[in-house]
């Protein structure tokens, strides 16, 4: 999680362990409303493994997510093999759109693939990880964010547990916070 039990405690100034498990919950809650492409920032925000899957190979291939390596690409041909693209012949890019694989021009795309979802993409996503041996925190802006909508969850817990909009609704503040990382969808 980007923000320990500790963290929220200290925010929240709560100084006894009975709610540790609700808390815990409430920061998995806000963590989840942002996290992944489907999440409002349309990024991971910790350091987590992807795997993509698609029909068919293409020159330029896009990633949901902002990716800091990739593990591997393999592919599966009409028997139903699967093979391993080795990395050499494809290297890991970005640009304003976000994270995309570019093969080499040489490089020979199989075309004798199976049906659907041949070509598997497994990828290293989100802040945490050493990026070209330099750390990538999850920027202080999010973590706030996170703070906050555990401390209106927390403050508002009796309407949260009745379905109350209150409490999953995000403040201005929070809207704010994560407005500079907040992705596009593609």
């Known amino acids: 999680m980007p923000v320990s039990l500790a963290e929220a405690k200290r925010h929240l100034?709560?100084?006894?362990?009975?709610?540790?498990?609700?808390?815990?919950?409430?920061?998995?809650?806000?963590?989840?409303?942002?996290?992944?492409?489907?999440?409002?920032?349309?990024?991971?925000?910790v350091?987590?493994?992807?795997?993509?899957?698609?029909?068919?190979?293409?020159?330029?291939?896009?990633?949901?997510?902002?990716?800091?390596?990739?593990?591997s690409i393999t592919w599966r041909n009409a028997a139903g093999q699967i093979s391993t693209v080795a990395e050499e012949e494809y290297a890991l890019k970005a640009d304003a759109i976000g994270s995309f694989v570019r093969f080499r021009n040489a490089h020979v795309l199989p075309a004798d693939l199976y049906e659907s979802e041949a070509v598997s993409i497994t990828y290293t996503a989100g802040y945490g990880e050493?990026?070209?041996?330099?750390?990538?925190?999850?920027?202080?802006?999010?973590?706030?964010?996170?703070?906050?909508?555990?401390g209106?969850?927390?403050?508002?817990?009796?309407?949260?547990?009745?379905?109350?909009?209150?409490?999953?609704?995000?403040?201005?503040?929070?809207?704010?916070?994560?407005?500079p990382y907040r992705r596009g969808s593609i």
Not at 50 to 59: A, K, N, S, Y
């Open 130 to 150: 050493l990026v070209d041996g330099q750390p990538n925190p999850v920027p202080g802006p999010i973590r706030s964010a996170i703070l906050l909508m555990v």
């Open 13 to 45: 100034r709560v100084d006894h362990d009975d709610d540790d498990d609700m808390i815990t919950a409430m920061i998995e809650t806000a963590t989840a409303r942002l996290d992944g492409y489907s999440g409002v920032l349309g990024r991971a925000i």
């Open 152 to 179: 209106d969850l927390y403050r508002f817990r009796e309407t949260a547990e009745n379905g109350g909009a209150a409490a999953v609704e995000m403040s201005m503040t929070v809207e704010r916070l994560i407005a």
């Open 47 to 71: 350091s987590q493994a992807w795997r993509e899957t698609f029909d068919g190979f293409c020159r330029v291939m896009r990633l949901r997510l902002p990716a800091s390596e990739i593990s």
